[in-house]
C-alpha cells in the first residue's frame, strides 16, 4: 500500500522520500493543520498510508521513507537519532512548514522527541504510538519475542504483509546496523526535556509499547498524556486507522495554544 506522490528529498549527505499532501507552499490558507508521519526501524511510510490518507482530510501531511528504508537508498554508514532529526527539520524547512505536529511509531517515536528538542519552535506537539525501547525490557530477544507475538496474534494479514515486505526490503545488513541505534537511545530519560504537549498511544493489544511503559513515558513528559486503542496492537495506524486518526485528532484539537499550521 503505497502513497503515489512521493519525491527524493536530500540533506547532511543522507536521501530519503517524501509524501505530502499539502498545498504549494505559496497557496497555503494557515489555517489547516501540519502532521509529519515518522516510521520506525526495518518499515517505510506504507504501513502509515491509511493513516496519512485519513489525516489528510482535515491537515496537511508529511510522511517519509527515511534514508535505508523503503524507496529510499541505503547511507553508507550507521545513522544516529539526532541525524535523522535533522534530515527531517532541512526537509520540513525547504517545505516551508512553520509549525506540526509529529506522529512516531515505534522507533520512529526517537526521532520525534528527537526533532522536538532540537528544533521546539517547530514541533507543537508529539504523537508517540508504540514507543520503543521499554527501558525494562531492554535486550534484543525481548524485542524479538514481543514483535513476533504481535506479528502472530495482534496484527491483520496485510499490516503483516507490508511490514515483512519492507523487512525485507531493507535487509538484514542494514536493519542489523541501525538496531543498535534503537535499543542504545533513552528514550525515558530524553522525553523529560520535552516541553512540548505529548500524547503516547497505545494499541490494547501491543506486546511491544506495554502499557505501563507508555504511562510512564506520559507520566515523564512534562505535558504528558496517554490514550489507548481498543483491540490494536503494534502497528494500530493501519489496523485500527479511523480510531486513531480521530484519538490524534481529538487530543490536538483539545490542547490549548497549538499553532500546528504549514
Known amino acids: 500500500m503505497k502513497l503515489g506522490d512521493g519525491r527524493d528529498v536530500t540533506s547532511g549527505g543522507l536521501t530519503g522520500r517524501v509524501y505530502a ?4 507552499r505559496d497557496s497555503r490558507s494557515g489555517s489547516r493543520r501540519t502532521y509529519v508521519l515518522l516510521h520506525g526501524i526495518g518499515v517505510s511510510h506504507r504501513y502509515f498510508a491509511r493513516l496519512h490518507r485519513e489525516l489528510a482530510s482535515e491537515a496537511d501531511v508529511y510522511t517519509f521513507d527515511l534514508p535505508g528504508f523503503g524507496d529510499a537508498p541505503r547511507p553508507g554508514r550507521q545513522v544516529a537519532v539526532g541525524e535523522y532529526a535533522a534530515f527531517v527539520k532541512s526537509v520540513l ?3 516551508g512548514v512553520r509549525s506540526c505536529v509529529v ?3 515505534s522507533m520512529g517515536t526517537q526521532y520525534a522527541v528527537e526533532l522536538a528538542l532540537q528544533e521546539p519552535g517547530l514541533v507543537a506537539g508529539l504523537v508517540l504510538m508504540g514507543p520503543v ?7 534484543v530477544p525481548l524485542q524479538a519475542l514481543a514483535l513476533t507475538r504481535d506479528a502472530m496474534f495482534s496484527e491483520s494479514l496485510s499490516s503483516n504483509a507490508i511490514v515483512f515486505r519492507d523487512y525485507f526490503r531493507a535487509g538484514p545488513r542494514w536493519y542489523l546496523t541501525q538496531l543498535p541505534v534503537m535499543m542504545g537511545y533513552p528514550l525515558d530519560s530524553r522525553i523529560q526535556g520535552v516541553s512540548q504537549p505529548v500524547l503516547v498511544m497505545r494499541g490494547s493489544s501491543d506486546p511491544v509499547g506495554r502499557r505501563p511503559w507508555c504511562e510512564r513515558l506520559a507520566a515523564l513528559a512534562q505535558q504528558g498524556s496517554f490514550a489507548e486503542v481498543p483491540g490494536a496492537g503494534h502497528v494500530l495506524q493501519h489496523t485500527a486507522t479511523q480510531a486513531t486518526a ?5 487530543w490536538v484539537r483539545a490542547a490549548d495554544g497549538f499553532g500546528v499550521s504549514a
Open 21 to 24: 499532501s499539502a498545498p504549494p
Open 93 to 95: 524547512a525547504d517545505a
Open 103 to 105: 506522529i512516531g511509531h
Open 133 to 139: 525501547v521499554d527501558s525494562t525490557r531492554k535486550s
Open 246 to 250: 480521530a484519538a490524534i485528532s481529538g
